[in-house]
Every structure is written in structure tokens, then in C-alpha cells.
């Protein structure tokens, strides 16, 4: 028995999150794709078929109020609250991302903006130059449509890219390519220096990692929940408007939803009070539900702990490469520095998608980017060192 291996099991015994993995089901793949589809936990099938056969078959339209489906975007969104650092009532759940991204930055925006005349004045929005590309196509459309100038820069260079005319900035805490943690205080420290506001994507570190909303005073965050929080193929995701700024946050979304009264069907808009003011049209009930039920998981667990388990096994994962697979055939381009790492690895290969496939044909499953890039997600809540060891040694008998 290797010397990482006995490590490993000397890891998965002191691991006060082990017993986690039981609430997922999960074969003997080692499932390192967390990042971007989450593991089934056990609760879903049942809750779901409840929320199928009962509420739905059963109660029907009662269910709107019996069931709790017209609140269920709050409060599922007070569920997500603290493990992304925030208050209740800030947090509405629905909708995708991407039309969440929309909503956060056309409405900061519209905040830097609130008597724009349309003067000079705050006309250029900033956006994560490596960002994920859809971010990148909504920046470009939600300036189009509020006669901004986009200007794309990296996030080590925004602090010196802000000025006067800077209204709102869209950043990814996390590169969803490298896995590079970028500093979120430091960074809404310098959109709010400049007088603009900051949204926050946190599709990468949304229960992964401390994100810190509140203390850090962000002003509007989105995030999915397919990922770290297991809610399932896309179910719905959640947008964060900071408490003091919802009286003030104009979507450009104004759906039936998140009127005063929504069923007062009046032909002029009044937005609700709060994080209501999110809503658009009528929630996605099923996915909605079904995500409900994916975070229970998080019961008893903090995100501390979760940040702790994601870091040692990053680290064990980097030193069972450095053992195992040959000198050369892979690099390593996520950050080394624990402040400056998700809870992926990425790692660059020549013929990565052809090593992916046959990784994936061996029980390990990760995923691959264009051109080069292996990506291997570690989800704490169900990933453990032997999972890493293994990971790690069947890459190098691919790459020997």
C-alpha cells in the first residue's frame, strides 16, 4: 500500500463531513463534475414525487397557498442566505442565471443612474474580461440597451480601469476555467471607491466557499444552483439585492410577479417591497421544489467546514499529480495560494478531451474545456480523499 494511499485513509477518517456522502446517491465513479452538475442527494426523488403526485394530482391549484408555492422563491431563497453570507429577505429565487445576470446589472445600472438625463454622466459598464461567455453577451446587450460603452478588463486591472463614468461592473468570484478565486473585498471595495455598484457572479463558489455578501457590503449577486448546491439540471437561480438598495432596484424585468399586488391585475407597475422586487413571472414549481429539498444536505453543515474539506482535498489531489503523473505531460494553471482557489483543479494537457473521455470510460469523471483544459470539480459535502487518490493515479496510468 502506496504512502498516499494510507494518507488518504488517515484523511477520510478524521473527515467530520464524511458521513455527508450517504445523503447523495452515488456509485463508485469518482465524480469530480460537481462543478458543474451537483450529485442527486437521496431526499429529491421522494419530495418530488410528493410535489407530483399530491400537491399537484391532489390538491391542484390549492397548492398555491397550502403547499407554499407562491412563497417558495423567498423562502428558499432565506435557505441559500447564509451560504453565501447574507440576511433573510434579501434572496429571491427563479429564473436562470443568465436572466438573473440581466435583471442585476441593468438594474445597477439604473441605480448609478437614478436622474440620468442622459448626459454624459455614468455611461460605461465594466465586465470580467475572462468572464464566462454568456455574462459577456448580456454585458454587451444590457449596455446596448442603456447606451453604455462595455469595457472589458481583468480583474487584477479593474481597480485601476474605474473612474467617473464607471456605473456598474459585473465580476465572477470564481474563473470557471482556471478555478482562480478572485478577491471579492478587495474588488467592491474599488467599484464602491469609484462610485459605482458591483454585481457578483457566484456560480463557482456558491457553497463551495465563504462568499461574505453582507459583511462585505456587495450590492447585487447571482449564483446557480446546479452546481455546489445539487439542486439539479437547471433549477432555478437566485439573485441578491443588498437590503438598503431594494427600494431602489428598478428590474428591467417587471413581471406579475413582482408587483404590489399581483393579483390586482392593474395595467400600471408597482414593485413589490423587498426581495420580491426579483420576481418576474410565475416560479418554476417542480425544479423549485426539487432544489428545496437538495438543501437539506446543507443541515448541521457550515461553510467554513466545507471550505476547509474543499482546500485539503485540492491540496492532496495537486500532491497525488505531482507523485504520480509523469514530469511534464500536465500543468497546473489554478492558483497554489488558498486564497486565490476555488474548489476545482485545472489542469492543462495537450490532448486533454481525448484524456477526459478515457477518464470518464475509467470511473473518473471531470470534464473538459477548450482547447487544453482537464477540470476536476471537489464538492466537499460527498467527494473524499480516496476519491482524490484515485482520481489522481488513474489520470497518470492514462497519461504513462
Not at 443568465?98 to 443612474?113: D, P, Y
Request: glycine share 10%.
Amino acid at each position: 500500500m502506496s504512502e498516499l494511499v494510507m494518507k488518504a485513509e488517515k484523511l477520510d477518517a478524521s473527515d467530520e463531513l464524511a458521513a455527508k456522502r450517504a445523503e447523495f446517491v452515488l456509485d463508485d465513479v469518482v465524480y469530480l463534475d460537481g462543478n458543474s452538475l451537483g450529485a442527486l442527494p437521496v431526499a429529491v426523488p421522494g419530495r418530488v414525487e410528493d410535489v407530483v403526485r399530491r400537491q399537484w394530482g391532489e390538491l391542484r391549484i390549492r397548492s398555491w397557498t397550502e403547499g407554499g408555492w407562491w412563497t417558495a422563491p423567498e423562502r428558499i431563497g432565506d435557505r441559500i442566505a447564509p451560504l453565501v453570507g447574507a440576511a433573510a429577505g434579501q434572496i429571491v429565487v427563479g429564473d436562470s442565471t443568465s436572466v438573473n445576470v440581466f435583471k442585476a446589472l441593468v438594474g445597477a445600472v439604473r441605480l448609478a443612474r437614478p436622474t440620468d438625463d442622459g448626459g454624459p454622466g455614468r455611461d460605461e459598464i465594466v465586465v470580467d474580461a475572462t468572464t464566462f461567455p454568456t455574462d459577456g453577451y448580456i454585458a454587451e446587450s444590457a449596455a446596448r440597451m442603456t447606451g453604455c460603452t462595455l469595457r472589458p478588463v481583468p480583474p487584477a486591472e479593474i481597480p485601476d480601469a474605474l473612474g467617473g463614468r464607471t456605473a456598474a461592473v459585473l465580476l465572477n468570484h470564481v474563473d470557471y476555467r482556471t478555478g482562480r478565486l478572485h478577491d471579492l473585498p478587495s474588488l467592491t471595495a474599488a467599484v464602491h471607491a469609484a462610485g459605482a455598484y458591483v454585481v457578483w457572479d457566484l456560480c463557482h463558489s456558491a457553497g463551495a466557499l465563504p462568499v461574505g455578501l453582507d459583511e462585505h457590503g456587495v450590492d447585487l449577486a447571482v449564483g446557480c444552483t446546479y452546481k455546489y448546491l445539487n439542486g439539479g439540471p437547471g433549477s432555478p437561480a437566485f439573485l441578491y439585492v443588498r437590503a438598503d438598495l431594494q427600494d431602489r432596484f428598478d428590474s428591467p424585468l417587471p413581471g406579475w410577479n413582482s408587483h404590489a399586488e399581483p393579483f390586482g391585475m392593474r395595467p400600471g407597475y408597482e414593485p413589490a417591497a423587498g426581495a420580491v422586487r426579483g420576481r418576474v413571472g410565475t416560479p418554476d414549481i417542480l425544479s423549485m421544489l426539487a432544489l428545496e429539498a437538495a438543501l437539506e444536505v446543507w443541515d448541521g453543515v457550515t461553510v467554513d467546514a466545507v471550505r476547509a474539506k474543499s482546500l485539503a482535498l485540492t491540496d492532496f489531489f495537486l500532491e497525488c499529480v505531482e507523485e504520480y503523473v509523469p514530469g511534464g505531460r500536465v500543468a497546473c494553471v489554478t492558483p497554489r495560494a488558498h486564497g486565490e482557489r476555488g474548489s476545482q483543479v485545472a489542469l492543462r494537457c495537450p490532448d486533454a478531451g481525448d484524456v477526459m473521455k478515457r477518464l470518464i470510460e475509467r470511473g473518473v469523471v471531470g470534464d473538459f474545456r477548450h482547447p487544453d483544459v482537464l477540470r476536476f470539480g471537489f464538492t466537499p459535502l460527498y467527494v473524499g480523499f480516496a476519491d482524490v487518490e484515485r482520481a489522481a493515479r488513474v489520470l497518470a496510468e492514462v497519461l504513462a
